[in-house]
């Protein structure tokens, strides 16, 4: 091995070291139930599907990663699939055919292609949702995701400021090509999913507005620029017109546009940064409506939404039309001259719907986002979910081999590729034996250590 092989991957060991320690040290703090802070999104209850997923289209399911907020939903783990392996495309042997003259074949008609959006998926918080970013490229056939998406804890402020070892994996992801883009969910305040009633957010807020928390955001600013990652899209207090989180803007939206002012011009205060902050609300009015929250164009640099395929029964068309949906988000974007964002959208209360599935990605073709990051895991997803075997046909159909490079593309049909051959999905886990006690340790530390740890009950002998 060279030694410039040599020192990066002792680098990259140094990371991951890091960061389980960092996980450990996290796993002790208050409130950390859901992962990387963010709210656990209750199973809906889906359609039952008509036979078992084909192993041709669905990837094996991963790990559960931590439940990305959706308004109204109950707190409930998600179901635990497994993780997903690399899969396998062998390469045809093709013989080229002799390049034809331009008397025997006349050049075919070409038309231009519209530039996609960048794209990519919430995978896992951690150095797995790295992985797994390589790993749904091949299931789509080399598309290139160009977007990484994670989310910081917000349990506590040291874990706000961006706890040591957790964002090295995503910043050396983010630095290995020039076009890729970091997004970061990032809260407001500390005890983020505590239920915090509105009175104590109340003051909390208004103690933002006095800049009593402008030195965490200082430091996470700072971080971010050591890391070599300025230019960060940080999806700032997401979701603040509903009620799931203590960074709500509800129980005084004056205080909360002030104190969201505040840490965008903290953050922009550090030499070096060039960070873009996302407003994103939950689509439709929710417990307020969104645009009462609106902070103003100079310290908002992109408008995003959060669309999840909700309520039950809510078709697509009125999730464009309804008060302060999908078409007033697009309108309110223009209308201020901000790019617009989806930075969590995907399947929920009504189950395996593929007509969401083509409607969403056919609008974002339509209005051509700035990036949409669709949250890959049950109920929602489509790589590591099995529970949506069609809609993950017509996600897998529309987006594989997708670049976000114009060209142009013959109008006659391409020939048939050859078919992907995905591995078996892997064997369960068996349930542990019945002398075994699992050992509560919590959803961190669980995650790095790959399980729960088991405590034997037999390990003396009656005959001793």
């Given at each position: 091995?060279?030694?410039?092989?040599?020192?990066?991957?002792?680098?990259?060991?140094?990371?991951?070291?890091?960061?389980?320690?960092?996980?450990?040290?996290?796993?002790?703090?208050p409130g950390f139930a859901a992962g990387a802070g963010v709210m656990r999104v209750a199973d809906p209850p889906a359609p039952a599907t008509t036979g078992p997923a084909s192993a041709a289209t669905l990837p094996a399911a991963a790990e559960p990663a931590p439940a990305v907020p959706v308004p109204s939903a109950a707190p409930q783990t998600p179901a635990t699939p497994v993780t997903p392996e690399a899969l396998v495309t062998p390469e045809a042997?093709?013989?080229?055919?002799?390049?034809?003259?331009?008397?025997?074949?006349?050049?075919?008609?070409?038309?231009?292609?519209?530039?996609?959006?960048?794209?990519?998926?919430?995978?896992?918080?951690?150095?797995?949702?790295?992985?797994?970013?390589?790993?749904?490229?091949?299931?789509?056939?080399?598309?290139?995701?160009?977007?990484?998406?994670?989310?910081?804890?917000?349990?506590?402020?040291?874990?706000?400021?961006?706890?040591?070892?957790?964002?090295?994996?995503?910043?050396?992801?983010?630095?290995?090509?020039?076009?890729?883009?970091?997004?970061?969910?990032?809260?407001?305040?500390?005890?983020?999913?505590?239920?915090?009633?509105?009175?104590?957010?109340?003051?909390?807020?208004?103690?933002?507005?006095?800049?009593?928390?402008?030195?965490?955001?200082?430091?996470?600013?700072?971080?971010?620029?050591?890391?070599?990652?300025?230019?960060?899209?940080?999806?700032?207090?997401?979701?603040?017109?509903?009620?799931?989180?203590?960074?709500?803007?509800?129980?005084?939206?004056?205080?909360?546009?002030?104190?969201?002012?505040?840490?965008?011009?903290?953050?922009?205060?550090?030499?070096?940064?060039?960070?873009?902050?996302?407003?994103?609300?939950?689509?439709?009015?929710?417990?307020?409506?969104?645009?009462?929250?609106?902070?103003?164009?100079?310290?908002?640099?992109?408008?995003?939404?959060?669309?999840?395929?909700?309520?039950?029964?809510?078709?697509?068309?009125?999730?464009?039309?309804?008060?302060?949906?999908?078409?007033?988000?697009?309108?309110?974007?223009?209308?201020?001259?901000?790019?617009?964002?989806?930075?969590?959208?995907?399947?929920?209360?009504?189950?395996?719907?593929?007509?969401?599935?083509?409607?969403?990605?056919?609008?974002?073709?339509?209005?051509?986002?700035?990036?949409?990051?669709?949250?890959?895991?049950?109920?929602?997803?489509?790589?590591?979910?099995?529970?949506?075997?069609?809609?993950?046909?017509?996600?897998?159909?529309?987006?594989?081999?997708?670049?976000?490079?114009?060209?142009?593309?013959?109008?006659?049909?391409?020939?048939?590729?050859?078919?992907?051959?995905?591995?078996?999905?892997?064997?369960?886990?068996?349930?542990?034996?019945?002398?075994?006690?699992?050992?509560?340790?919590?959803?961190?530390?669980?995650?790095?250590?790959?399980?729960?740890?088991?405590?034997?009950?037999?390990?003396?002998?009656?005959?001793?």
């Amino acid at each position: 091995m060279a030694p410039q092989q040599r020192r990066a991957r002792s680098r990259r060991l140094a990371v991951v070291a890091a960061a389980v320690a960092a996980s450990a040290a996290l796993a002790s703090g208050p409130g950390f139930a859901a992962g990387a802070g963010v709210m656990r999104v209750a199973d809906p209850p889906a359609p039952a599907t008509t036979g078992p997923a084909s192993a041709a289209t669905l990837p094996a399911a991963a790990e559960p990663a931590p439940a990305v907020p959706v308004p109204s939903a109950a707190p409930q783990t998600p179901a635990t699939p497994v993780t997903p392996e690399a899969l396998v495309t062998p390469e045809a042997a093709v013989t080229p055919a002799p390049t034809p003259t331009p008397a025997e074949t006349p050049a075919p008609s070409v038309e231009p292609v519209k530039a996609a959006p960048a794209f990519g998926a919430y995978l896992d918080y951690g150095a797995r949702g790295v992985a797994r970013i390589a790993q749904l490229s091949e299931w789509l056939d080399g598309a290139e995701l160009r977007v990484g998406h994670t989310y910081l804890p917000g349990d506590r402020w040291s874990n706000i400021e961006g706890p040591p070892g957790f964002l090295d994996v995503w910043a050396d992801w983010r630095l290995e090509k020039d076009d890729r883009m970091l997004v970061l969910n990032v809260p407001m305040l500390e005890r983020n999913e505590e239920q915090v009633p509105d009175d104590e957010v109340r003051e909390l807020l208004r103690q933002g507005a006095a800049g009593d928390f402008d030195h965490h955001f200082r430091a996470l600013a700072e971080r971010l620029v050591a890391l070599k990652v300025p230019d960060t899209v940080i999806v700032l207090g997401w979701e603040m017109n509903g009620i799931t989180y203590t960074h709500r803007c509800g129980p005084e939206p004056e205080a909360w546009k002030e104190y969201w002012n505040r840490i965008v011009s903290t953050m922009r205060s550090v030499p070096g940064q060039e960070f873009r902050f996302d407003f994103t609300p939950t689509r439709g009015k929710d417990a307020v409506p969104w645009t009462q929250c609106y902070p103003g164009d100079d310290t908002v640099d992109i408008i995003g939404m959060d669309s999840y395929d909700q309520p039950t029964g809510l078709s697509f068309d009125e999730q464009v039309n309804e008060p302060y949906g999908l078409q007033a988000h697009v309108d309110f974007a223009r209308t201020h001259g901000k790019p617009i964002s989806y930075p969590e959208w995907g399947l929920f209360r009504n189950g395996d719907n593929t007509a969401y599935m083509r409607r969403m990605i056919g609008w974002m073709d339509e209005h051509a986002p700035l990036y949409n990051t669709v949250t890959d895991y049950c109920p929602h997803g489509v790589w590591q979910c099995r529970q949506n075997p069609r809609s993950s046909e017509v996600y897998r159909s529309l987006l594989s081999g997708r670049t976000d490079e114009p060209g142009t593309a013959p109008t006659s049909p391409a020939p048939p590729a050859e078919p992907s051959v995905e591995p078996a999905p892997p064997e369960p886990r068996p349930d542990p034996p019945a002398t075994c006690t699992p050992m509560d340790l919590g959803d961190w530390v669980e995650y790095w250590l790959g399980g729960k740890l088991c405590l034997r009950l037999d390990w003396w002998s009656d005959d001793d």
